[in-house]
């Protein structure tokens, strides 16, 4: 990426961009409304109770989402993916 008027290059690192996209990934499972919308689904409701088991159960199901979440982006956007060229031998 060329900066403007600086003529600079810039080199942003795959792994880099990966965790950005993990954490926005993270900030969307990890948003309370939508720890509170899955709670309501799976009639885990005292999310917010701290004696209750509900928020145990739902921290479960998030830690296994967002294991998924990030298994899938791996498959998609793999940051240590390196660009082979193709021998051809003759």
């Known amino acids: 990426m060329k900066i ?8 942003i690192p795959r792994e880099a961009i ?3 996209m ?8 990890a948003f309370p409304d939508i720890n509170k919308f899955i709670g309501s689904y799976l009639y885990l409701e005292d999310y917010d109770d ?13 830690s296994v989402v967002m294991g998924f979440l990030t298994y899938i982006l791996l498959m998609i956007y793999n940051p240590s993916k390196q660009i082979h060229s193709k021998h051809i031998h003759g």
């Open 50 to 62: 701290v004696t209750s088991s509900d928020r145990y159960y739902l921290l479960l199901i998030h």
């Open 4 to 11: 403007p008027y600086l003529n600079y290059e810039l080199t």
């Open 22 to 29: 993990i954490a926005l990934v993270y900030a969307f499972v």
């Open 18 to 20: 990966f965790s950005f």
